[in-house]
């Protein structure tokens, strides 16, 4: 085949059958991965945490000197004049009185300078600034590790609630597909006579009421996959589809008061809240010095200035200056500001102290609540299993009896029901023993 022909044949091809988007299968492992690159809240924590090591730097700032720059020119169009009286004697000793008018400046003005400021001695507040800065960065990159950690969890549940809604969407489908193989079997034995027109109408009514399960079964798993793309911070136009399933899994016991103290020591909550106490400390130490703590500065300035009444720059005189100075600042009354100031650190130390009480009752009961939703999903599994087999030996029964015109549609039709019902609740007690596992380890910090 000629080459010409060839590539004519393949171009035909791709406009005729141009090519399907690819979906992305992930797995659980991958949606984790995507989440922690992608998700949006995720990506402000970390925003958060670069603004807190600007603010480092501008604490270290405070100790560094400030050096300024400034310029002025003004034009007098009036210049203001002063006259001293004075009195001269002349050759005989007679006394005569005069006056001289002086001008005060020129019609043109210049100044320029360069000034340094450094402060020397601050009460010690400066490195106690930059302390409070660093804490500030301990408590934001905590903050990013907890923001992960309830990411997992929040990909867990958005991932295997996919997962849910696929099996259901199947599940309903499939029950769909038996409900018309019922019908049309009902019509064929109806047709022979072996059955009521009841049975018909009973089966036929049960197609068009089930109908509406299908529909929402299929909605919900596409908003579960909606969910799921906005936790991994996916976009609108990406294809993808969750691989794996609702597999059953089996816990580890832990004791409650052990669960209690992983918690204390792995959960970034109370790593914050111990950052917290340190960064209050640290401003309460602040503002005591803020009361009667001298502070010194150092200041030097170097200007430029002359006054001409012309523009012959290449002329002017400039005349020069250097000076240095060292200040003494002593606070000696504000109104009782400061006091306040030091009694509302005060309260907020204690508030950090009933925050944290209260943070402990707060993970003692969520690791209390996760522990019941493990133990209630594990008896839901159990009995879920054993329903789902009973369910299947009565409808395989129930379809018997009804082809040998020994039971009705209504007994074959509950039959199916309750095989439906049974395997709709193995698979959320599958879903909710996975979320009520990974809750507890993220109530524990892991």
Known sequence: ?????????????SIAFPAMAQTMVIDIDQAMELALENNKQLKMLKVDNDYANLQVKEAYSGAMPVVSAVGNYSRNFIIPEMVTDFVMTDSAGSSIPMSLRMAMGRENNFYGGITLHQPLWIAGKIGIAIKIAKIYRQISETGVEKGEKDLRLQVTQAFYGALLGKEYKRLTKDAEKQIESHLKDA?????EGLVSEYDLLRAEVELANFHPQVTAAVEAHKMALEGLRIVLGLAPDTEFEPAGELS??????????EAVSAAKDSRADFRQLSLQKQMLDQLL??????????????SLSYTQQAQEDNFAFDDYFWGDGLAAAVSVSVPLFDGFKTKSRIQMAQINLKKSLLMNSQLEDGVRFEIISSMSRLNEARDKLSASRKAVQQAGKGYAIAEVRYQEGI????????ARLAQTQAQTTELAARYDLILANA???????Q
Do not use: H, K
């Open 1 to 13: 085949m000629r080459p010409r022909i060839l590539l004519l044949i393949l171009l035909i091809i």
């Open 187 to 191: 019509r064929a034995i109806y047709a």
């Open 248 to 257: 059953e899994i089996t816990p580890n016991d832990i004791e409650l008061e």
């Open 285 to 298: 130490m602040i503002e005591q010095r803020n009361l009667y703590w001298p502070s010194f500065f150092l």
């Open 407 to 414: 039971s009705t549609q209504v007994e074959l039709l509950d």
């Open 439 to 445: 809750s507890l380890r993220n109530a524990m910090g």
